[in-house]
């Protein structure tokens, strides 16, 4: 018997090794998360945080307003007759995420909703955030509510 044969792997088990492994790779590359991720997500955080504001004009008993812009959003309080930026961490300017584009209803650069004392909005908003080919809506109603859509 020859000794060369007993030891190593032959160029077929290799090649065989090599392959299983390349399409383990590109099955965890393909199933991994987006380091941004989904604008779903996004959606939802900014549904939430804009309910946030809406309980808080009601438990302060203080207009409170949700600005948004193709950028990012953000909340000002009504106190000694102007608006003031809140600095409350869940109601901070957030910026919208790397590649997220922001459509307004209404197609202007920057839309105000003012949630009343009793937490009714001013006027019904209409946002669609855009990523990748990806897309989700956000509705807030007039009676302060927001709800996320596909």
């Given at each position: 018997?020859?000794?060369?044969?007993?030891?190593?792997?032959?160029?077929?088990?290799?090649?065989?090794?090599?392959?299983?492994?390349?399409?383990?790779?590109?099955?965890?590359?393909?199933?991994?998360?987006?380091?941004?991720?989904?604008?779903?997500?996004?959606?939802?955080?900014?549904?939430?945080?804009?309910?946030?504001?809406?309980?808080q004009a009601i438990v302060t008993s203080r207009p409170v307003s949700l600005w948004v812009t193709p950028g990012g959003y953000g909340f000002d309080e009504r106190t000694g007759g102007r608006w003031v930026p809140m600095a409350a961490k869940p109601l901070r300017i957030e910026r919208w995420k790397e590649g997220t584009r922001a459509v307004l209803g209404?197609?202007?650069?920057?839309?105000?909703?003012?949630?009343?004392?009793?937490?009714l909005a001013d006027r019904p908003l209409d946002l669609r955030l855009q990523r990748r080919g990806a897309q989700a809506s956000v509705r807030i109603e007039a009676d302060g509510t927001a709800r996320v859509g596909a």
């Open positions: 018997m020859n000794r060369s044969a007993e030891h190593g792997f032959t160029l077929v088990e290799l090649m065989v090794t090599i392959t299983v492994i390349a399409l383990s790779a590109a099955v965890v590359v393909w199933v991994m998360p987006d380091p941004q991720g989904r604008v779903a997500d996004e959606a939802a955080r900014f549904a939430t945080r804009a309910q946030a504001a809406h309980d209404d197609d202007s650069g920057r839309v105000r909703v003012i949630f009343d004392t009793t937490g």
